[in-house]
T-cell receptor, first 114, second 115 residues
């Protein structure tokens, strides 16, 4: 049981390049989330999904797109990377119906945009 | 605008001492207050959580104190150990009309416990 995994772990992009971050979970969770973590800002929600085929905007969605074609996978795309998107990206998942909806996080992807 | 304000930003404590991290919120719709612990190079993980109907919750050396009227809550780490060195995030959540829990994080506190 791997929990939540993220690919890649590190990436360096040039301004204007595109890339996709992959998140996978093997806990059969309904909800999945993408956060970015910046110094002094905590974790901010980019997009989330409440089930296969659904996505919704979070707190800071601009410049990102997401897709959830399979229940276990949640992809985060950057169409035209900007230096402001330099950050550590975390994926998380949680189960539907629990009283607390504990979120389980992946190990993160460190992205640098030059 | 951050809905959950956390302080201090960093904290250095001697081994065996008490670490205290404070958080404050404004949104009275919040009904669940978890703390997450993050070690370097890892993702955050749930440490302990509390609901506003109790004023304190203790799990081992970790205690949450909750003051509903002041809209403040804090994490106390008793007998702090070097292995507790990590970043701690307070958070607050409420259940939306869709059933999903909307979770908001504080800015984080980097704790260093010196041997």
């Amino acid at each position: 049981n791997a929990g939540v995994t993220q690919t890649p772990k590190f990436r360096v992009l040039k301004t204007g390049q595109s890339m996709t971050l992959l998140c996978a979970q093997d806990m059969n969770h309904e909800y999945m989330y993408w956060y970015r973590q910046d110094p002094g800002m905590g974790l901010r929600l980019i997009h989330y999904s409440v089930g296969e085929g659904t996505t919704a905007k979070g707190e800071v969605p601009d410049g990102y797109n997401v897709s959830r074609l399979k229940k276990q996978n949640f992809l985060l795309g950057l169409e035209s990377a900007a230096p402001s998107q330099t950050s550590v990206y975390f994926c998380a998942s949680s189960n539907l119906g629990t009283s607390t909806d504990t979120q389980y996080f992946g190990p993160g992807t460190r992205l640098t945009v030059l | 605008q951050q809905q959950v304000k956390q302080s201090p930003q960093s904290l250095i404590v001697q081994k065996g001492g008490i670490s205290i991290i404070n958080c404050a919120y404004e949104n009275t719709a919040f009904d669940y207050f978890p703390w997450y612990q993050q070690f370097p190079g890892k993702g955050p993980a749930l440490l302990i959580a509390i609901r506003p109907d109790v004023s304190e919750k203790k799990e081992g050396r970790f205690t949450i104190s909750f003051n509903k009227s002041a809209k403040q809550f804090s994490l106390h780490i008793m007998d702090s150990q070097p292995g507790d060195s990590a970043t701690y995030f307070c958070a607050a959540s409420f259940r939306t009309y869709t059933g999903r829990r909307a979770l908001t994080f504080g800015s984080g506190t980097r704790l260093q416990v010196q041997p």
